[in-house]
C-alpha cells in the first residue's frame, strides 16, 4: 500500500485531504502536525521518516502564513518556510520518497498584467514571499523527483482565511470595506487537495514546478461581494484602494497564475472560483 504523509495536516489543505481520504482508501495516510513533527528539527525528520519507512509521498502543508507578522518574525517565517522544506528534502533524497510542496502567488511582485507562467522570474516584495521562496529553491537544489505547487488566495471551511473573516465580520457589521485593486484567484483548498491526490494516484513522474489556482480572475472586493450574496448576508460592501487600507506587509498588485502546464500534465478540468465558492457555501 502507498504510504503519504501530510505535513501540517491540522491547516486548511491537510484538512482538505482528510476529507478526501476516505476515497482513496487504497492509500494509507499519516497526518502530522508540529507537534508530532517539527518540519524545522532535522534530526527529528530524519528520524520520523526512519520509523515510518517507506514513505511513498510526502505533501508539505506545513506552512507559516501569516503574512503581516513575517514582517517582523522574519526568522520564524524563514525556519518553517525555507528551513523546513529544507529538511524534509533532505529526508525525502534519502529514503526515495517522492515530495509534493506547497508554494504560493507571493513570490512575485505583481508588476505583469497576463498570468505569471511558471518560467516568469520570481522577486517577492514580503518576508513571507521571500521565505516562500526560498523554500521552493531549497527543495529544487536537493531534488529531482519532486512536485512544487504555487497556489494563490487559498481559502476553505477550516482555518483562518478570507472567507471566515468576511462571514465573521458579517455577523456583527453592516458595512465592510474591502480592497478592489489587487487582482487575483480565490483557490478552494479542497479542489487543490483533489490535484495532490490525482498526482499520487496516476503515479505522475512529470516532475517540476506547476502553477494551481481556480479559473478566472477576481480582485477581493469581487471574492467579498460573491461571498455574502451566495450566503445571503445583506452587506454593503465598499471597495477602496491598497493606500486606504495600509498593512505591514505588500501585496503583489496582481497575481493571476496560469495554469496551461499542470492542465496538459494532469489532463485536468479547472473549476471557476465562483463555482466552487458557491459550492463550499452552500455544503
Known amino acids: 500500500m502507498i504510504k503519504v504523509l501530510v505535513t501540517g495536516a491540522n491547516g486548511q489543505l491537510g484538512h482538505c485531504i482528510k476529507d478526501i481520504q476516505k476515497k482513496n482508501s487504497h492509500l494509507s495516510f499519516v497526518f502530522t502536525d508540529h507537534k508530532e513533527l517539527d518540519i524545522c528539527d ?7 521518516f526512519k520509523e515510518q519507512e517507506p514513505i511513498h509521498y510526502c505533501v508539505n502543508c506545513a506552512a507559516y502564513t501569516a503574512v503581516d ?10 525556519k518553517v518556510n525555507a528551513e523546513g522544506p529544507k529538511n524534509l528534502a533532505i529526508a525525502c533524497k534519502e529514503h526515495g520518497t517522492v515530495l509534493i510542496h506547497i508554494s504560493t502567488d507571493f513570490v512575485f511582485d505583481g508588476k505583469k498584467s497576463t498570468p505569471y507562467l511558471e518560467t516568469d522570474e520570481p522577486n517577492p516584495i514580503s518576508v ?9 529553491i531549497e527543495v529544487q537544489n536537493l531534488l529531482k523527483e519532486c512536485f512544487i505547487i504555487r497556489t494563490s488566495w487559498l481559502y476553505s471551511e477550516y482555518g483562518n482565511n ?8 458579517a455577523e456583527t457589521r453592516d458595512e465592510i470595506s474591502v480592497v478592489s485593486d489587487q487582482i487575483g484567484t480565490p483557490t478552494y483548498a479542497g479542489d ?4 495532490i491526490l490525482q498526482i499520487i494516484n496516476s503515479d505522475n513522474k512529470n516532475f517540476g514546478l506547476f502553477h494551481y489556482s481556480n479559473e478566472g480572475v477576481a480582485n477581493w472586493y469581487d471574492f467579498a461581494v460573491a461571498i455574502f ?19 505591514p506587509a505588500k501585496r503583489p498588485v496582481f497575481s493571476v497564475l ?7 500534465n494532469l489532463i485536468l478540468e479547472i473549476p471557476h472560483w465562483f463555482e466552487s465558492l458557491n459550492k463550499t457555501l452552500r455544503l
Open 229 to 247: 450574496d451566495i450566503h445571503n448576508n445583506a452587506v454593503k460592501v465598499n471597495a477602496i484602494k491598497t493606500e486606504a487600507y495600509p498593512t
Open 128 to 136: 513571507y514571499g521571500a521565505s516562500k521562496l526560498q523554500g521552493e
Open 42 to 48: 532535522e534530526q527529528s525528520v530524519n528520524q520520523f
Open 192 to 195: 487543490l487537495a483533489e490535484v
Open 162 to 169: 478570507f472567507m471566515k473573516t468576511m462571514l465573521r465580520l
Open 258 to 264: 496560469d495554469k496551461s502546464k499542470i492542465k496538459n
Open 69 to 78: 507578522k513575517a514582517e517582523e518574525e522574519e526568522e520564524l517565517a524563514f
